[in-house]
Structures are given as structure tokens and as C-alpha cells.
């Protein structure tokens, strides 16, 4: 026997309804996002980079370039949390794939944070 309950599948939706429904989902993972103190960081070095790009008078170009790469890694950050999660309900135990899956996740957001570090050094130097 499991404690599994059958929840049944919502309906598909169409048209205009389905853009709301999507945007109701992605603000949906921003917030499940926003509890995850790795991301909390991640905006505040955000924030703190945007404002010192404005100090020093940063051109337009440069202050896009690094809001683009601040939202992928807000993108990689949603994606690594997916993976633990899915991770951690597959093996709520210690397995090797677990580790790797999370290790590997890991690397792909300290690599958007190394190229958002390499830029703002790049803008605030030339």
C-alpha cells in the first residue's frame, strides 16, 4: 500500500488564458526561487554590481550585457534548484548520481557567476 494520493491533471488551457497560466507558473518558481538563500545572494551581487556599473558611469551597452547575464544566471540558478529538488525526491538518501547531478548543477551556476564577476571587472575597468 502507499500514501500516494492521485491528483488529477489539470485541464489543458488555450489561448490567451494559457499565456496567464504560464506567467502565474514562472511567477510561481520565482517565489519558490526566493527561498533559496544561494539566490537571495545572488540578487543582492546583482544589485550591488548594477549600482557600481552606475557609479562609474557605465555606457548603455554594458549595463544591458550585464542584466543578460545577471537573468541567466537567475535562469541556471532556477534550473540547478530543479535538479536538487527532483534529486532529493528520487533519493532522499546518499547515492552517487545525486552527488553528481547536484555537483554538476552547481558548476553551471558558478560559471555564470564567474563570466557576470569577468564582465562587471571588464566594464568598471575600461
Known sequence: ?????????????????????????????????????????????????LALLLGTRAGPGEIVVAVLLFLMLVAVEALNTAIEVIVDHLSPGWAEFARDAKDLGSLAVLCLIAANLVFLVYAVMS
Not at 485541464?11 to 517565489?31: Q, T, W
Not at 544561494?38 to 551581487?45: I, P
Open 1 to 49: 500500500m502507499t500514501d500516494r494520493i492521485d491528483i488529477p491533471r489539470p485541464g489543458r488551457v488555450d489561448g490567451p488564458a494559457h499565456l496567464l497560466a504560464a506567467a502565474s507558473h514562472s511567477f510561481g518558481g520565482l517565489r519558490r526561487l526566493s527561498h533559496e538563500t544561494a539566490f537571495r545572494h545572488e540578487g543582492l551581487a546583482g544589485a550591488a554590481g
